[in-house]
């Protein structure tokens, strides 16, 4: 039985960084010969990042990712390496390029191009189809087929073709977002991929943040009966080599009660004809996975401290206002970027409570962070005396409250420009989904970490907080405290909202599963409600608009997720 040495270089990229990127690649792939490997398999992409969007449609942009694959390829020895670019001739491709011996021995474009959720791969991309044939390589004198990300999810696609003309590994790279349970959905996938082919698969997933976007890794190796070999971990750069057995697999295919495949055969590049048999096996772990309440924490982790530290900021400061919102958002930073890199600023007024100064005042001591104290009620009071004959006679309302919020949205973004702070905003996706928070106000800032965290959720990541730390990090009051904005005398949430736990059902099968209102009454939901919030969610589409991006780890994030029109009468 052959035993194919096998790096999955599971890399954070950064889009359009075509020099760090090069780096990157040239420092794994020298480790993975180091190991002795025979392949070594990277990224989708991962010469220029992805998703590389409208920069594709540069066409200095393209030239300069093929001098990047070219460049690499110069450096390569015996080990094979499996590389995602950009191609191109009459049209671009999604591409992955075999590199060996110091050249580009083999190019493959990507099959199915996904064009739904944050995908639009059509809008760049044309599809390999048959005048750009299919090949297999003989590595290690395995037969291995190319594959890239949406490839493997059809049964029909090229994973099964290749598998049909006799390939007995499958190459499959990807660049793959982190979405709530999505991991266990690809395992599950994978494995069925490789039982179905008889064909062992190696997928290499990127890491990190981009924009919106958050990759999370979850690199995995399963052998020709689908059984894990290795895993990565989620949310960490990592370089996992695995030894991949590869025995025999005619006489499955022969019994096989589908009947005996009768695709006709590919052409074989040759590349080497025996493993290089490397003496040490690696240890080829395999990661446990993370619970629900880690894995989500650590995406908003990674996306949040990506999207600083890409975009050139070390510093971030948060308005704390000694709810849980402000509190998770600012740990989230100090797991991101470090205590000393993270400013929290208090901006009572006076409707603010003592508790919410202090529960304020106390996470900033137990997070270890700059903490200062800005008091807005000169400001509001100068917006009361200036506005005071225009408003003449009216009842003070909303409007008086929003002012308090602009006041302290102005005051973040004045230390942020004095500074060189991003402000991180601290609304979660139920305040959003409602139109919950002021425009020009408590939604100004470069970044929004728990824009897709429902409500519900942002408590259990506060609670595993503290149990992961085995401490109480977050105040027990924040968690315990009923929600308020404290914008008038004993304002709370639920005033103005139904209670989280029974509007976050209601928003999630509205936004994340596209229900219209009669479907959601008809899951057993009040009726009044649901058009009370149905109609909250399309009328704050304008508001939502205007803010800033955020992590996404929903099914359906706002953003470039969920598209609807601003202006619609649609009501269902």
């Known amino acids: 039985m052959t035993v194919l040495r096998v790096a999955l270089a599971q890399l954070n990229p950064t889009v359009g960084a075509l020099e760090a990127n090069l780096a990157k690649l040239v420092a794994a792939y020298d480790e993975a010969e180091s190991a002795g490997c025979d ?37 390569t020895g015996r080990c094979a390496a499996v590389v995602g670019f950009v191609d191109q001739d009459r049209d671009l491709y999604n591409a992955a390029a075999v590199c060996v011996g110091g050249a ?17 791969e059509q809008r760049y991309f044309t599809a390999g189809d048959l005048s750009d044939p299919l090949e297999l390589y003989l590595i290690g004198g395995v037969k291995v087929g190319i594959s890239i990300c949406e490839d493997i999810w059809s049964p029909s696609g090229p994973v099964a073709e290749q598998a049909a003309a006799g390939a007995e590994l499958n190459v499959n790279i990807n660049g793959s977002p982190y979405a709530v349970d999505k991991d266990a959905v690809r395992e599950r996938l994978l494995a069925t991929r490789a039982t179905d082919s008889s064909c062992a698969i190696v997928y290499v997933n990127q890491v990190g943040g981009q924009d919106e976007l958050v990759f999370d890794g979850g690199s995995v190796a399963l052998d020709h009966e689908g059984a894990l ?36 055969l590919l052409p074989v590049v040759e590349v080497s004809t025996a493993p290089v048999g490397a003496a040490s096996p690696p240890a080829s772990p395999i990661a446990e996975p993370f619970d629900a309440d880690r894995e989500l924490y650590d995406a908003l982790v990674l996306g949040t401290g990506d999207y600083c530290r890409k975009n050139g900021f070390d510093d971030v400061v948060i308005g704390l206002s000694g709810g849980i919102d402000s509190t998770i958002v600012a740990t989230i930073a100090v797991d991101a970027l470090g205590a000393d890199h993270v400013h929290g600023v208090s901006m009572p007024s006076r409707h603010s409570s003592d508790h919410s100064r202090s529960d304020a005042q106390l996470l900033a001591e137990n997070l270890g962070i700059d903490y ?14 200036m506005l005071a004959e225009s408003f003449a006679g009216r009842e003070p309302g909303l409007t008086l409250e929003n002012i308090q919020s602009r006041c302290r949205g102005q005051t973040l973004m004045a230390l942020s420009n004095e500074f060189g702070w991003m402000v991180l905003t601290t609304g979660n996706k139920s305040e959003l989904a409602v139109g919950y928070f002021t425009i020009y106000g408590d939604s100004v800032g470069g970044y929004a970490a728990i824009k897709d965290v429902l409500k519900t959720r942002v408590y259990d990541l506060c609670r595993y907080v503290n149990r992961r730390d085995g401490r109480e990090v977050i105040p027990e009051g924040v968690i315990t405290k009923a929600p ?6 004993d304002q709370r949430d639920d005033d103005s909202l139904p209670p989280y736990e029974v509007l976050d059902p209601i928003l999630q099968l509205y936004v994340e599963d596209d229900r219209t209102a009669g479907e959601i009454v008809e899951l057993g939901h009040d009726p009044d409600l649901v058009q009370r919030v149905t109609r909250l969610v399309d009328v704050a589409e304008y508001k939502r608009r205007q803010s800033p991006p955020g992590v996404r780890v929903s099914r359906k994030a706002f953003g470039k997720d969920r598209r609807l029109p601003i202006t619609s009468h649609y009501r269902g």
């Not at 580009?104 to 639009?120: A, C, E, I």
């Not at 200062?372 to 005396?385: L, V, Y």
């Not at 308020?484 to 005398?489: D, F, V």
Request: hydrophobic letters at 40%; a negative charge; proline letters at 10%.
């Open 39 to 75: 392949i070594v398999a990277f990224p989708e992409l991962s010469t220029t990042g992805y998703p590389p969007e409208d920069l594709v449609l540069k066409p200095g942009f393209v030239e300069d990712n093929l001098e990047v694959l070219e460049r690499f390829a110069a450096r």
């Open 484 to 489: 308020s904005a404290e914008l008038r005398p």
């Open 372 to 385: 200062r104290t800005i008091s807005i009620e000169p400001a509001f009071e100068a917006f009361e005396e």
């Open 104 to 120: 580009v021995v083999g190019r493959y474009h990507k099959r199915l191009l996904p064009n739904s959720t944050v995908f639009d």
């Open 229 to 264: 070999l290795g895993r990565a971990e989620q949310f960490r750069e990592q370089l996992l080599v695995v030894d991949v057995p590869v025995p025999p697999v005619y006489r499955k295919r022969l019994l096989d009660p589908r009947g005996r495949a009768t695709e006709a």
